[in-house]
């Protein structure tokens, strides 16, 4: 049986058929699917190249050539203090990776008790993470490896929905944590409200060990003049009586070099010390000439404030691009994020049609995210959520391959409507 | 009830005793503990400081400055197949410290199971290691923290009692990894023989999942002319039918800068395709500049090798100055290994004296290694291992200190002999 037709409807897919057919001869190969920073960008960093340069000496007199200093250099903690809401001696500066810290924590607390907790999580029968929804892939696949069960909660514009927050963790025991990107979140740009930051950090949890993974990936990757400022949450969970709630996360990948940053571990002084423990058995210290070319390139967090204003005038453009295109092709059969900071916009496309979008978009050529990547187990129940990674190619790609996933989207949505 | 003692040994016990006050009366403060490159040796690497300069492509045109990369920089990697003894295409370069990956493969092998196994280690009832003694304690720490039984196995001239290895392995499928410092032991300097690599790669193993963790942390660092070869465990693995039974560590830490340098793993095909699967929920790609500052820098296998004599330079005349006081003072109550590699020197001294003469010579601000630690768990058995670091400390302060160390052997091994 199929739905009555009407005129205009069925014109409009006879358009898009054209479109699509012509977007096929362009024979495109464009990549939206990482949130990869540009050539451009990473260029902007030149300098660390040939830094430290004749210096080798911390601040303090110690030899970064040598072994040693598990916490990280202190001036570089110092200058990340701010941006990521936690006090220099609670933030350690470590390797190149905050995907590695965030791995190594759920490793580590499966195999050492966390301050607060009876026993290790590898000693409980079951593990289960709160996911808001969409959220980012590789926080997924962390889950999914270790056999972390994931329960999906849909974000709204404060941040995850958060009286359904506290209904599961007060309920289940089994519930030990919860993905957070509460800046400019991934995929859809929000920042969390100041009552979603109180309510996380004062909610009743039935897990005596639960830990908020606070990704602060975006801190400070402003797409505007606003700079977004998002709660403090350590200070928060402090307040509340939790001081051990919160594992903060960052790091310089989309502020220097992607491969060749710094990451970033903050928390409480117990999940500190205890963070430095596990770690103890793993490392002598992290690479402290890093951190010193980190130093002196930045040197304060003005400077990685500056730093940020020239990234934006690099990317800012370019999701200017995708909301235009969006905004001229998709008003009456789709929604999107309008991001103030970040590295994503989420598409939002009728029910039932994200997967064949994107399939049909590769098939013309242009890679986008895989549909579902935005959900655990890559199930997003709606098939209605599309992640576009807009930093990476140039602007006139961007606005190539922006038209051509608009193209799809209406392609697939008015076969959708008039089948 | 005393032993009768007789004058010669009375007369030595006055000497020791006079020598001793006279070194408390230095009030030195020194230090042997760890194994530590000098000032002078990472400053053979400071050319490092100013790379890569104005290069971020690497051979093959991949921008090191951006995301991706796992197994490392191809050009890297090829320099260190030789010294490791794997080849290009399964030997992976990744961070800043192969005790990192030492630790991360024993963590994984707990959480996915191993080519060749049955199940992950975290569900098999009990996981020993064979750990030759002396040994080395950071990896004995590793089992420790993750509940894993250390069995001690006597090291030989040949490397570990082998005879004794092979009865252990194919008796005890609990006996899941032996942990081996092929070349230039850590803490006495020993290489095995061929016989021995190939007996542990041949042998018959009750666990289908055994592992030797080969440390090759001394591959190039030599100390005489000879440049001494162990065998190909990779090679003699492979021939024997057990292709995947190797896991090959080796770093740059000891060889550039102990801070900053690269760390390799290698293995068979099955093994590296494993250890991949494992990181890529870790990590995007290790930093790939550091790689491409440290290809640029020693350029190929002869530019580390020449980098290495310089080393040898600085460090040789050190190992010479305790060979040379240990000679003098203690011919007739100790005895002590002549590495041709490495970075120790072990000291054997009576029974029942090593923690005494640790304690002694701390009083006497000479900081030693803790008696035990060359042994898992702390215990040696005999109380008899002291491991010697002469690598950090000035000449000047090498000679103070090991006379200092001689003393306080003479004093407490006469108190023993008299008592």
Known sequence: MTAPVN??????????RQDYAALLDKKLKLDLTRGKPSAQQVSLADALLALPGDEFKAADGTDTRNYGGQQGL?????????????PASQLLALGNSS??????AVVFAQMYQLPGGQRRWSNEERIAFLCPVPGYDRHFTICERFGIEMIPVPMTADGPDVAEVERLVAADPGIKGIWCVPKYSNPDGTTYSDETVRRL???????DDFRIFWDNAYAVHHLTDEEVQVGDILAACAEAGNPDRAFIFGSTSKITLAGAGVAFFGSSEA???????????RTIGPDKINHLRHALFLKDYDGVRAHMRKHRELIGPKFDAVLRIFD????DIATWSHPKGGYFITLNVPDGCAKEIVRKAAEAGIALTPAGS??????????????IAPTFPSLADIEEAIAGVATCVRLVAYQKLTS
């Not at 995907?99 to 190594?104: G, I, S």
């Not at 999940?271 to 770690?279: D, F, I, P």
């Open 374 to 387: 935005t959900h655990p187990y890559m199930d997003d129940p709606e098939d209605r959520v599309i992640r």
């Open 271 to 281: 999940n500190v010390k205890w963070m430095l423990h596990c770690a103890a058995a």
């Open 74 to 86: 202190p001036e570089l903690r110092a200058i990340f203090a701010e941006a990521l809401q936690v």
């Open 328 to 331: 001229e092709q998709l008003k």
């Open 201 to 207: 950090a004062t909610m009743q949890t039935a897990a």
């Open 99 to 104: 995907l590695e810290l965030m791995h190594d």
């Open 7 to 16: 005129a205009e409807l069925s014109a409009s897919l006879d358009a898009a």
